[in-house]
């Protein structure tokens, strides 16, 4: 998860002593640690926002039409998002463990500032635990429209959870409402701090992002089974409900993508220095897309003139800050940022032009009068979009790469670095190892078993199947 | 007296913790010793059922701990998270274990599989509480000194108290366990399996008393503190805790188990308090009190009202949860009902 050089040097070479005792093995231990659960969270978490919304289109949509097709869909839908549930609240209870056990220099010194937001998020969460169980129980109990009412809330806790937590992120990148006397922290604005001015870019962004993330990922599930020659309305719906959804919300993504970068270009020019590769500070700064840090320079990449003195100020004469206005030892490895950012940017166009292909194809067929999905190219078209689920997921990491890459080598940017934040305990690496053990024999456990599932017909699709109708969570 | 209040919400939080997720861990510990597997099935399929529908959402009360703990007390976090880490890792890696284990059990069909979850699941059901008790044991014996990985990462919680905070907490999960299991078998109308968890509520009942006797002569040796907070403020807890226990082994054998159950909650809660009021207010033995380790009023302030405004949230939420449950399921079933591959 972090840069794999740094780590394996870390594994391969005696543990040097760092100030305050932590080796640079167990730091790197503890990074990859953070990185690796945090990367597994964020996807379930993803689900847990988006797959909801979901949910609730499909079921709608099965009311309106009283297929009953559609309503299985919903109560699919429904199955997972409880399983989803309970696996988000697993990875997520490692995780308060993680940010103690691992960054209790942090926690000691900031964990009242950023205390606030996952109290909200407990609560946003209880509520949610709360409404699913309504919303999974009460199925065939409550009046259609009624019961579809009952599923708000539980959108509206998932969007106000990932809100909450990207707040306490975004403090670590804007650290705000605080004073510091004597290394203590002895006044705090929590609010201040939860609301500070990098809130609003990223939660934004991140939001949209799980919603990108999860109508991709479920549309590419169906996507195969159309593939496969499963043409009926079952798995035409499962399609096209998720990638209707997110086609519309992949523009809005971009354009919040394109926020978060000018927010950069005010606040932490640093960053964005990093993002795009700009060593010294000048203007008719090209855009480099790909390429290598190398010295003080990128290469192997390929450059358009002007191109980010433009799209930060719109003219080629706009100066854009380097890295040369920090310290060196205060720069992020700019190569992982940087690719980062271009592949997660890439993936965003790319799933874009698949929106656009479906605008097109639905237009061609209406001219043509014949069904969508059933002119030529199809087959190609498919097959793209049962890689765009696999893609999504694969530019919210890197997303979050650019984050947690480009705040380096500050864990409060500007406030406190990585290594003081580390625990000094011994062994860190140990325990990097078994975490790395268990969620790996879990991620094969789960694999295995879920494709038994698919083929043994009489074991329940899901664990919760037999308990969805009696799921009362809390 | 916000950070009391904070300290106070904080504790109800950790008792809700022992008493719920302590029924689920000490369920795991049953299916343990459920016996091979033709004849422990039943008993299987049973635990499988009772807890099947609170799944892992109670560790919701957990998370509610460490977040109130980093927000209000964010020193005393510090010190014991990263002094503690060893066993608080197992302890972090047993959830997942048995939270992961027990899905995939439910899930797969070949023996070889169940068996293999199953024992995953049985066994993080009971090394999680142990480790878990062995951190309590840690904070309370005073082997967590304030600033960050000052203890002794070892003996800080391998230690006589320490032990004993984890056998305790294994036992008194399991008599938890069995005691709600009772009732639901005597509801569920299966007299036999009824009477075989109440002869097990019985049995770690007892064993718990043992050991929390024992430990009488553990504590004045090892954490001398706690002993003499024990033994003072803390003494009136200490006697609810002991008649509840007593009280409740009364009521198994007279079949009562419903009020079995709700004594048993008592006696275990009491236990907590009686830790919590004989430290009382020392967070960290022998010299972070309450008050040094406090966040600034002003957070105290926002997560308490923030709370409040959860609760009142929570509350009509959880009534229209119940609401439902009362509702009869109507009797033309919906078309969507699953049955198709
Ligand atoms: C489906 C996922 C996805 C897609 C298609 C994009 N992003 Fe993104 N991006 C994320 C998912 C994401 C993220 C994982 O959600 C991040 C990490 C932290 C955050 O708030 O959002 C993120 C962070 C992030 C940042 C760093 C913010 C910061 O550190 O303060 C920038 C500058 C951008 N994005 C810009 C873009 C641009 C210009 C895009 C397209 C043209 C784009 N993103 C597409
Ligand atoms: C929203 C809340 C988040 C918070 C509060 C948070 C907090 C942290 C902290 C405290 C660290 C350790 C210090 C550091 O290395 O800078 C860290 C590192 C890291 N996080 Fe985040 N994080 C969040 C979200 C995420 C997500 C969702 C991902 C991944 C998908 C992620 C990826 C990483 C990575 C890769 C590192 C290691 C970075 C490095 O050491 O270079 N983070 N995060
Ligand atoms: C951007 C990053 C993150 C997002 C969007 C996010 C979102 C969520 C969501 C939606 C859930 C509910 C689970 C579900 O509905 O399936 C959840 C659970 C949880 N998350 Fe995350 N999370 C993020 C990062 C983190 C981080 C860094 C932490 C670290 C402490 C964390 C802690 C938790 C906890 C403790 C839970 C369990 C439920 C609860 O809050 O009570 N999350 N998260």
């Known amino acids: 998860m972090s840069q794999p050089a740094s780590l394996l040097a870390a594994v391969l070479l005696p543990p040097s002593a760092a100030p305050g005792g932590v080796t640079p093995g167990d730091l790197s231990a503890a990074r990859a640690q953070m990185g690796f659960s945090l990367a597994w969270h964020i996807v379930v978490a993803c689900l847990g926002v988006g797959l909801p919304l979901l949910t609730l289109a499909a079921e709608w949509y099965g009311i309106r039409t009283g297929n009953p097709a559609h309503r299985l869909l919903a109560r699919r839908w429904a199955r997972a998002m409880g399983v989803l549930f309970a696996v988000g609240a697993v990875s997520g209870t490692i995780l308060s463990f993680e940010m103690g056990l691992l960054w209790p220099g942090l926690m000691g010194r900031f964990g009242q500032v950023i205390g606030l937001p996952f109290a909200l998020e407990g609560i946003a969460f209880f509520i949610e635990a709360i409404f699913l169980g309504i919303y999974l129980y009460a199925w065939d109990r409550l009046p259609p429209r009624l019961h579809l009412l009952t599923g708000v809330p539980i959108v509206v806790a998932g969007i106000l959870s990932a809100f909450f937590v990207v707040c306490a992120n975004a403090w670590m990148n804007q650290p705000r409402g605080y004073t510091l006397r004597g290394g203590r922290v002895v006044h705090v604005d929590p609010w201040a701090a939860m609301l500070n001015p990098a809130s609003p870019p990223q939660s934004v962004h991140m939001v949209l992002a799980a919603l990108v993330v999860s109508s991709f990922l479920t549309a590419s599930v169906y996507a195969v089974a159309l593939l496969r020659g499963r043409r009926d309305t079952y798995h035409r719906t499962g399609f096209f409900i998720p990638f209707v959804l997110g086609a519309v919300v992949t523009p809005f993504q971009l354009v919040a993508g394109d926020w978060a970068a000018r927010f950069l270009a005010h606040f932490r020019p640093t960053k964005l220095a990093a993002i795009e590769g700009v060593f010294h500070t000048h203007s008719h700064v090209p855009l480099t897309v790909l390429g290598f840090a190398d010295g003080d320079r990128l290469r192997y990449g390929l450059e358009i003139p002007d191109g980010l003195s433009l799209l930060v100020g719109y003219r080629p004469s706009t100066v854009i800050k380097g890295l040369d206005r920090v310290p060196r030892e205060d720069w992020p490895t700019v190569t992982s940022v940087h690719l980062s950012f271009d592949v997660m940017v890439g993936l965003g166009c790319f799933l874009l032009l698949m929106g656009v292909w479906l605008l097109l194809a639905w237009w061609w067929g209406r001219r043509t009068g014949t069904a969508p999905l059933a002119v030529r190219g199809t087959r190609l078209f498919l097959l793209l979009a049962a890689v765009a689920g696999p893609a999504a997921v694969v530019a919210l990491e890197c997303g979050w790469c650019v984050t947690e890459f480009g705040r380096q080598p500050w864990v409060v940017w500007g406030v406190m670095r990585v290594r003081d934040a580390v625990n000094p305990a011994p062994g860190l690496m140990t325990g990097l190892w078994l975490v790395l053990f268990v969620y790996a024999a879990m991620t094969t456990a789960a694999v295995y078993v879920l494709r038994r599932m698919t083929r043994d017909t009489p074991v329940p699709v899901a664990p919760q199947e037999s308990d969805v109708e009696e799921y009362p969570v809390a | ?341």
């Open chain 2, 1 to 341: 007296m916000l950070a009391d209040l904070t300290l106070a919400v904080t504790w109800a939080g950790l008792t809700c913790y022992a008493l719920f997720a302590g029924a689920d861990f000490g369920a795991g510990f049953w299916d343990l010793l459920a016996g091979r597997d033709t004849r422990g099935l039943p008993q299987r399929r049973f635990i499988e059922h009772s807890i099947g529908p609170v799944w892992e959402a109670n560790h919701v009360w957990l998370i509610f701990v460490l977040v109130l703990l980093w927000a209000g007390f964010s020193p005393v976090f510090a010190a014991v998270l990263s002094t503690l880490y060893i066993p608080l890792t197992l302890a972090a890696l047993g959830i997942i274990a048995r939270g992961a284990a027990f899905a995939f059990r439910k899930a797969s069909v070949e023996l070889w599989q169940q068996r293999l979850f199953g024992a995953c699941f049985a066994l993080s059901s009971v090394l999680t509480p142990f480790f878990l008790g062995t951190v309590a044991g840690g904070v309370a014996s005073g082997r967590v000194p304030a600033g960050i990985a000052a203890g002794d990462t070892v003996t800080s919680w391998a230690n006589p108290t320490s032990f004993l905070g984890g056998v305790l907490a294994v036992l008194a999960c399991a008599h938890l366990a069995a005691v709600y299991l009772c009732q639901d078998a005597a509801r569920g109308g299966d007299a036999a399996l009824a009477a075989q968890f109440r002869r097990r509520a019985v049995l770690s009942g007892l064993a718990s008393g043992v050991v929390a006797l024992a430990g009488i002569a553990i504590l004045h040796e090892d954490a001398t503190v706690l002993f003499h907070g024990l033994t003072h403020r803390a003494l009136p807890l200490v006697v609810v805790s002991a008649v509840a226990g007593v009280a409740g082994l009364v009521l198994l054998v007279r079949d009562h188990f419903v009020w079995a159950r709700a004594v048993a909650a008592l006696a275990v809660a009491a236990i907590l308090w009686s830790w919590g009021a004989a430290q009382y207010p020392n967070m960290l033995v022998p010299s972070t009190t309450v008050s040094d380790a406090a966040s600034t009023d002003a957070v105290l302030a926002a997560c308490l009202i923030s709370l409040a405004v959860g609760f009142l949230l929570l509350v009509p939420s959880l009534w229209l949860l119940y609401a439902t449950f009362q509702r009869e399921q109507p009797a033309h079933a919906d078309a969507g009902t699953d049955s198709t591959g």
